[in-house]
C-alpha cells in the first residue's frame, strides 16, 4: 500500500541499502565540496595572493573530471595572468567539457574573448612509438588497447558551457584530429592561454608547435599528463621547451598538485 502511494504521488521507493549508499555518496560529495573551497583558499593564501574570487567557481572546480583541484586552481591563475595580453583562449582536448566550463566561466566577463575547443570526439588517437604506457589508468595492459577510449560527444560539451552559462557566438567547437584541424584556416590568430590535454606525444607536439607561431610574450600554457599516463607527453614539452630555451620557460607546479606543468611564453620568434 505504502509503495503503491508513493507511485501515485510521482514517488519511487528504493531499498534501504541503496537509499545508505546513495546517502554516503551525497556525504562524501559535501565533504569534497567544502575541501575544495578549503583547497582555493589555501593556495590564496600561500601561493597565489592574487588569485580572483568567483563564487561560481567552487562548484566547477567540485565537477572536474580527471583533473585535480590544484591543476584547476592552476588554469585559474595562469589563465588570469595571460589575459594581461590580448588573445584568444584555447582548449586542445576537451573531452566532456568540464575543463571547458573552467575556462569559460572564468573568461565569461571578457566579452571580446572567443573560447576554441579542439577534440576529435572520437576517443584517443593511436599511440605514436613515442608512447610508452607508464601509467595504466584504465588497467588496459597495453597503450594501443586505449585507442577510441575516453571518447565524448559534442553535445556534452556545449551542455557544460550551458551550465556558465557562455554565450554560443564566443564559442569555436572544432571537430576532427589534430592534425588536420590546426591546417584549416580557421583557427585563432593569436592565443592567450591554452590548456593542451592531448595525452600522447605527437598531438602535443603539433599543438604546442602551433602555440610557438600564435601565442606572444606574456601567454601561459598548462599541458596535462606531464609524466603521467603516456611517456610521450613528456617527451614532447621536454623536446620543445629544449629546441626553444630562449622563448619558452618549464614550470613545475608541487608534485601534490597534480601531473602537469605550465609553459610560459618569453620571447616572440
Not at 139 to 156: K, N, P, S
Not at 218 to 237: I, K, P, R
Request: aromatic share 8%.
Amino acid at each position: 500500500m505504502v509503495r503503491r502511494a508513493l507511485e501515485a504521488a510521482g514517488l519511487v521507493a528504493i531499498p534501504a541499502s541503496q537509499w545508505r549508499e546513495l546517502r554516503n555518496h551525497r556525504t562524501v560529495r559535501a565533504i569534497h565540496r567544502r575541501d575544495v573551497i578549503e583547497i582555493e583558499e589555501l593556495y590564496r593564501s600561500f601561493v597565489f595572493p592574487d588569485l580572483p574570487r568567483d563564487p561560481q567557481r567552487v562548484d566547477i572546480l567540485h565537477n572536474l573530471e580527471g583533473t585535480t583541484v590544484g591543476e584547476g586552481v592552476h588554469i585559474v591563475h595562469y589563465l588570469h595572468r595571460a589575459l594581461r595580453q590580448p588573445g584568444d583562449v584555447c582548449e586542445f582536448g576537451c573531452n566532456e567539457g568540464a575543463t571547458s566550463r573552467l575556462l569559460a566561466n572564468e573568461i565569461l566577463p571578457h566579452a571580446e574573448r572567443r573560447l576554441w575547443l579542439f577534440d576529435s570526439f572520437e576517443g584517443l588517437p593511436a599511440p605514436g612509438e613515442k608512447d610508452r604506457l607508464i601509467d595504466d589508468i584504465a588497467h588496459l595492459g597495453d597503450i594501443a588497447r586505449y585507442q577510441g577510449d575516453m571518447r565524448a560527444t559534442e553535445e556534452q560539451v556545449r551542455d557544460k558551457l550551458a551550465l556558465v552559462p557562455f554565450p554560443p557566438e564566443r564559442t569555436r567547437v572544432v571537430k576532427g584530429w589534430i592534425e588536420q584541424t590546426l591546417a584549416r584556416p580557421e583557427v585563432p590568430r593569436q592565443v592567450a592561454f591554452a590548456y593542451v590535454d592531448l595525452d600522447f606525444h605527437d598531438p602535443i607536439r603539433l599543438a604546442l608547435d602551433f602555440l610557438d607561431r600564435s601565442m606572444q610574450p606574456g601567454g601561459y600554457a598548462v599541458v596535462d599528463d606531464y609524466g603521467f599516463f603516456s611517456e610521450g607527453a613528456q617527451l614532447a614539452v621536454d623536446a620543445f621547451v629544449a629546441a626553444h630555451p630562449s622563448r619558452w620557460r618549464l614550470l613545475m607546479p608541487h608534485p601534490a598538485a597534480g601531473k602537469f606543468c605550465v609553459l610560459e611564453r618569453l620571447a616572440a620568434v
